[in-house]
């Protein structure tokens, strides 16, 4: 067995099960890190090895053979499986730092504001809190050193324990000069694409008008051209251009409630459209006990602040 698994054949298995996952060479190679040409080359390879066709290439997609699926599934548990392994060898006592990979808007806004109180409660547990918005699955956080994350997403987690623990609401805020400046915006019909501030990605995946577009369905109102107005990478960014008087920004709930109950910015019209993403603690199905101890930390947190949002706005 030790010379079947050679070398080149464990990475020619590795960019199979990645590009497997994904069902595309170019998403496939992002995530090794490599090119696209690479992935393709060692899958090749490895057919060629099989004397067997593991994708039909069709113009639209890779779709697997049976042999491939067959291979696939025995791949994803095998290496999941020695994942697993790793991470219990490589950490073997409960007091290393937490990695905490999270959504920066709702890390700036909602998390760190609240790490006190964690501190506080679990002065046994480290944790370092890293903000990043990239999709995640168990071989990305197994290669990067994360133990956990909190997501801002529609869910979907395939390899992975995710667990809901705050819903969201998207509110147009604008801040009270912007308002008295703007008296049209008493009403929706008074709002113009020209006067919108977009978080063009507000998760992974996601369109650059997409929390707009909701908002508007909800609220029956139509736009001509809803990409127009400024745009920003994050939703802190944007935020802080309707605090400067810039437009109206789409706020979620949880980064904007402050600033709404100081009067910094105000909630325009009072119509809160739910969200198609939430706030997701992930993490590994076999997670340790410091891990446990964050996420139920988060859905301690989560419930208060879904009282204080309902108390404010009338949601939750």
């Not at 099989?50 to 039909?56: A, E, G, I, V």
């Not at 119509?271 to 993490?283: G, T």
Request: glycine share 8%.
């Amino acid at each position: 067995m030790a010379n079947l698994l050679s070398a080149s054949l464990l990475g020619w298995l590795r960019c199979f099960e990645t590009a497997a996952r994904h069902c595309n060479f170019t998403q496939a190679a992002a995530e090794l890190c490599v090119t696209q040409g690479a992935v393709s080359q060692q899958v090749k390879q490895l057919e060629q090895w099989l004397d067997r066709p593991l994708f039909l290439r069709t113009p639209r997609a890779l779709v697997l053979t049976p042999e491939g699926e067959r291979l696939r599934l025995v791949l994803r548990e095998s290496f999941q499986a020695i994942e697993s392994t790793l991470t219990q060898l490589r950490k073997p006592g409960d007091k290393q730092p937490i990695a905490l990979s999270c959504s920066p808007s709702f890390a700036m806004a909602w998390l760190t504001p609240r790490l006190g109180n964690f501190f506080r409660q679990h002065p046994d547990i480290g944790l370092r809190v890293y903000g990043e918005f990239h999709a995640l699955d168990r071989s990305r956080m197994m290669r990067d050193g994360t133990e956990a994350a909190v997501r801002f997403d529609p869910g979907g987690y395939e390899d992975l324990k995710a667990r809901l623990f705050l819903k969201e609401w998207l509110i147009p805020i604008a801040s009270p000069a912007y308002l008295a400046a703007h008296p049209e915006l008493r009403s929706p019909d008074g709002l113009r694409a020209s006067m919108l501030l977009h978080d063009v990605s507000p998760w992974d995946g996601a369109g650059e008008s997409d929390e707009w577009q909701c908002w508007l369905r909800h609220a029956g109102v139509t736009l001509p051209d809803v990409s127009d107005g400024q745009r920003f990478n994050l939703s802190q960014l944007a935020i802080h251009a309707a605090l400067a008087g810039q437009g109206v920004a789409i706020g979620r709930s949880a980064l904007v409630l402050g600033e709404i109950e100081s009067g910094r910015l105000v909630d325009l019209w009072g119509i809160h459209a739910p969200s198609e993403a939430s706030y997701h603690f992930v993490c590994a199905h076999r997670q340790t006990a410091q891990v446990a101890e964050v996420e139920a930390w988060l859905a301690v947190e989560g419930a208060a602040f879904d009282g204080a949002r309902r108390r404010v706005l009338g949601i939750g």
